[in-house]
C-alpha cells in the first residue's frame, strides 16, 4: 500500500504525549505528590490544636503549590516544553511530504531525498489514535501516518491486516486525548 501524507507540528506532539502518557517510569511524580499531600494531612490533623496561623502557612501553601501543578501546569508545562523540543529536532520534517510503501516484507519511507526501510518483522505493535496511525518498532521508535490526508478506513483495515498476518497487537485507543 503506498500512502503519501505529511506531518505536522501537532502531530509530532501528539505522538510525545502518547509515549508519555504510557510511560511507566514517569508515574511516580503523582505518587510521589500523593503520599506527601498525606503525611501533610496526617500533621495538621495531630497538631491542629498547637499551630498558630504561621504554622498553617506551610500546609495551605503545600495544597495550593499541588493543586495549581494538577490542574494547570502539569499539561501546559509539558506541552511547552515539548514544543520546543520538536521544533528544535523536527524542523526539518514537518509539513514535508512523506511516502510510505508497506508491503509484505518491508516499510519504506521517503521524506525528500532521505529514505528508510525497515523489515515489517520489526514492528511490535500498530496503535490508532485519533490523529495518527503508529506502526511501533520499539518503545521510542514509531512510523507516524497522520489521518488528516488520507483514506482512514481504507489505511486502517490494511494496518488490521498487517496486524494479523504478523500476529501482532492492533490496538485502538481512540479515547486517548492530548
Known amino acids: 500500500m503506498r500512502i503519501e501524507f505529511s506531518l505536522s507540528e501537532n502531530d509530532y506532539l501528539t505522538y510525545n504525549l502518547y509515549v508519555l502518557s504510557k510511560n511507566q517510569k514517569r508515574k511516580w511524580l503523582p505518587r510521589l505528590l500523593g503520599f506527601l499531600s498525606l503525611l501533610i494531612i496526617i500533621y495538621t490533623i495531630f497538631n491542629f490544636r498547637n499551630i498558630n496561623l504561621q504554622g498553617l502557612m506551610f500546609p495551605l501553601l503545600f495544597f495550593a503549590i499541588i493543586a495549581s501543578y494538577v490542574f494547570f501546569g502539569k499539561n ?23 511516502l510510505m510503501d508497506i508491503n509484505e516484507s518491508f516499510i519504506i519511507e521517503k521524506r525528500g531525498e532521505n529514505e528508510t526501510k525497515t523489515s515489517v518483522s520489526e514492528l511490535i505493535e500498530i496503535i490508532s489514535i485519533p ?25 486502517e483495515s490494511f494496518l488490521q491486516e498487517l496486524a494479523n498476518k504478523l500476529n501482532i497487537k492492533y490496538i485502538n485507543d481512540l479515547k486517548f486525548k492530548q
Open 76 to 98: 501546559i508545562y509539558l506541552k511547552k516544553i515539548l514544543k520546543s523540543n520538536i521544533r528544535k529536532n523536527y524542523q526539518k520534517y514537518i509539513n514535508k511530504t512523506v
Open 131 to 155: 490523529t495518527l496511525f503508529l506502526l511501533k518498532i520499539s518503545e521510542n521508535r514509531a512510523y507516524l501516518i497522520s489521518k488528516s490526508q488520507i483514506n482512514i478506513d481504507e489505511v
